[in-house]
């Protein structure tokens, strides 16, 4: 075998976290192309994340956002907790500025959008194993200019629980929280988020990477 198509005694430990499983396939096939990267495991669900990576003890994790049971951003943060040899690459669809945010304080090491090339992310991938934070650059522009999330953890908290159009007594009681507490909550996030009803709020929110 050629030394140039010979893989290195150790390679770089690949999670690939993706709901998609076209997307999942041609990204775990591309990687796998990489001489120095090898995808140990693959996972569909967010809520999956954490379990696969105790068992397969991954160098670096690369995780959608959107996933179904737990998103990306929520699997970081346990996985800072549980597994923190482990660097999180964030790898999503949705350039928004406050995904980026969330991110960063999920303890990710990187942040890239999925339009990318794949070289890019290979590359990334051996970045963020130096130490290196990786944010795509015009994303990291975006969240500059955009600040800091306004809404406090339970406007976030109270929004999510109102986007399958519950009631307020519905919130309330899924929150643990008063119904005159729900509505000064949904007043103030309406507020921040300049908008009319709490159906506009949520939709803002979720724009710009809030929720």
Not at 93 to 108: C, E, N, V
């Amino acid at each position: 075998m050629p030394q140039e198509h010979r893989r290195p005694a150790r390679c770089t430990r690949v999670l690939l976290a993706e709901d998609q499983g076209m997307m999942r396939g041609a990204l775990a096939l591309l990687l796998g192309m990489e001489a120095d990267l090898e995808v140990v495991a693959q996972v569909s669900a967010g809520d999956a994340i954490v379990d696969a990576a105790l068992i397969h003890r991954p160098d670096v994790a690369l995780l959608d956002i959107e996933l179904p049971g737990m998103s990306g951003l929520d699997a970081a943060a346990e996985l800072r907790e549980q597994v923190p040899d482990c660097r999180v690459l964030i790898l999503t669809t949705f350039g928004r500025p406050g995904y980026l945010r969330r991110a960063m304080d999920a303890g990710a090491a990187g942040f890239l959008v999925k339009d990318g090339p794949v070289e890019e992310l290979a590359q990334a991938i051996r970045r963020v194993l130096t130490g290196e934070t990786v944010v795509d650059p015009v994303l990291a522009a975006a969240a500059l200019s955009a600040g800091p999330n306004p809404l406090t953890a339970r406007e976030c908290d109270v929004l999510k629980a109102s986007v399958d159009g519950a009631t307020v007594a519905d919130i309330a009681a899924r929150l643990h929280l008063s119904e005159s507490t729900v509505r000064n909550y949904l007043s103030s996030a309406i507020g921040k988020t300049g908008t009319r009803n709490r159906t506009e709020a949520v939709r803002e929110a979720r724009q710009q990477g809030w929720l």
